[in-house]
């Protein structure tokens, strides 16, 4: 079995003072031997490997037990790299770049056949970002290679925020994580598809399409995407499998169309045997529903309730998304709700990963039950 090392850095470090740290130093000569390396990001951890080293790809899939035809996201430290491992890039990408790069964007671009390709899960494209994490960058530099990093947790499982959450799914199965603190932003990055006319959101992120066309103009970007065909291939991280998902069953709880029966629901659970089951809310969701369930006669304090940020405050509960749904365990919680949010601005991205960890459940009404996740 591997033993997973913990490099400690100061992430607050200027970048041309981390190039020379021991930690990203020794992470670098361990992702240049073929090793794998988890590294914070201003998004969420990624776990990397070398971008033209088909053995170490190869490990990646294997450690985080990904699906083959899962794309990765080559990260580069800067937006002139790009021409290493994509042909042909568009005026667009540039105008974006020179807005949002560094940052939580990724463009999916032509290939020029650089990068491995098992990373590319047969596409003609490859997806390039430019993380906005000075360690991030300074962990690219050292190695001196273009890196692939999708996010460093099992797949299927919530993303990683810490290096905690890191080797609580991957300790003994890569080399090293380089603990940076936590992430900020806590959501991964935009995916934009500049290949095609309007560009395509693949995932919704940070970068909002609001953002883009104030870039590139109204009406020059679709979102979202159009879901994939019958046998189609993902063109991008987060569009085909079931993604984030917790340990207990999650579904979507709707107090704007459907509060009754959400009341009744968690009524019907309460009455039952076993753990209880969580509410995930903002603050000010979660007032609103506790006078809701007290005004029904409904006892809301044997509810396990979980704070996710604040509605008035949107990158707050982007950054505590995946550390809840890490928080729920079986032997404490029947199953969880959560309570919906406006999918607008960065709550769209928010609602985004909360479907695909519920996988779309009908609530309220319809299935107060969802069945467990499949196993992984």
Do not use: C
């Not at 603990?179 to 806590?186: E, F, Q, R």
């Not at 560009?199 to 104030?214: D, H, N, S």
């Not at 509605?311 to 950054?319: D, N, Y």
Request: hydrophobic share 50%.
């Amino acid at each position: 079995m591997t033993v997973t090392r913990v490099l400690v850095v100061e992430p607050h470090a200027p970048e041309t003072e981390l190039l020379t740290a021991p930690a990203i130093r020794e992470a670098a000569a361990i992702l240049r031997r073929g090793g794998l390396v988890a590294f914070p990001t201003e998004t969420v951890y990624g776990l990397g490997a070398v971008a033209t080293d088909a053995r170490a790809v190869a490990r990646l899939f294997a450690a985080k037990g990904r699906p083959a035809d899962n794309p990765l996201i080559v990260h580069l430290a800067a937006a002139e790299d790009a021409v290493r491992v994509a042909r042909d890039i568009p005026p667009e990408a540039w105008r974006l770049w020179v807005r949002y790069a560094p940052g939580p964007l990724t463009l999916v671009l032509p290939s020029r056949g650089t990068v491995a390709p098992a990373a590319l899960a047969g596409l003609p494209t490859v997806a390039v970002r430019i993380p906005a994490h000075p360690v991030a960058r300074a962990l690219i530099r050292a190695a001196g290679a273009p890196i692939v990093a999708p996010s460093a947790n099992r797949s299927g499982r919530p993303s990683p925020t810490t290096a905690a959450h890191v080797l609580e799914d991957l300790a003994g199965r890569i080399d090293a994580v380089v603990d940076g603190g936590p992430a900020g932003i806590g959501l991964e990055s935009t995916v934009l598809d500049v290949t095609r006319r309007p560009a395509i959101v693949l995932r919704p992120g940070a970068v909002t399409v609001e953002m883009l066309e104030a870039v590139l103009g109204d009406g020059a970007v679709v979102d979202p995407a159009a879901p994939l065909r019958e046998g189609e291939a993902p063109r991008s991280p987060g569009m085909k499998y079931r993604h984030y998902a917790p340990d207990v069953p999650l579904a979507l709880l709707d107090l704007e169309d459907g509060a009754g029966a959400a009341v009744e629901a968690l009524r019907a659970l309460l009455a039952g045997s076993g753990p209880p089951p969580a509410v995930l809310a903002t603050e000010e969701d979660a007032a609103r529903l506790r006078a809701l369930l007290a005004a029904a006669g409904v006892p809301s304090d044997r509810l396990r309730w979980v704070i996710v940020g604040r509605r008035s405050e949107p990158q707050t509960v982007a950054a505590a998304l995946y550390g809840a749904f890490r928080s729920l365990r079986p032997e404490a919680v029947s199953r969880a709700f959560f309570v919906r949010l406006p999918e607008t601005g960065l709550f769209r991205a928010v609602m985004n990963r909360v479907r695909k960890a519920a996988g779309d459940p009908p609530f309220p009404g319809q299935d107060a039950a969802p069945a467990a996740p499949a196993p992984e």
